[in-house]
């Protein structure tokens, strides 16, 4: 039973880690489109796109910061707290 709490634990985190990846990545993406777009409406929306990017990082930095707290010797939720916290400089507008 103890194996299957540590199971879904460690997929928990391996899903937040992807998924803050894809933002960072589309974060990063959408920061070049912005420098380069002339269309004020697309880039409306690509700045609207970037907020609600940073609104999930924001969560994901709060549950990872939960997770921590819970269990810091783990080494998978420490590093989750890294890249959450490392994909804050992305963020820009």
Do not use: A, G, H
């Amino acid at each position: 039973m103890n194996n299957y709490i540590f199971t879904y634990s460690e997929s928990i985190v391996l899903s937040l880690i992807k998924e803050i990846e894809y933002i960072k990545n589309r974060s990063k993406n959408i920061n070049y489109s912005l420098k380069t777009c002339q269309n004020e409406v697309l880039s409306s929306r690509l700045k609207s796109e970037l907020n609600k990017l940073n609104q999930n990082r924001l969560k994901i930095l709060n549950i990872s910061e939960n997770i921590l707290k819970r269990n810091c010797s783990e080494l998978s939720n420490q590093f989750l707290m890294e890249i959450t916290k490392r994909s804050n400089s992305l963020q820009q507008i």
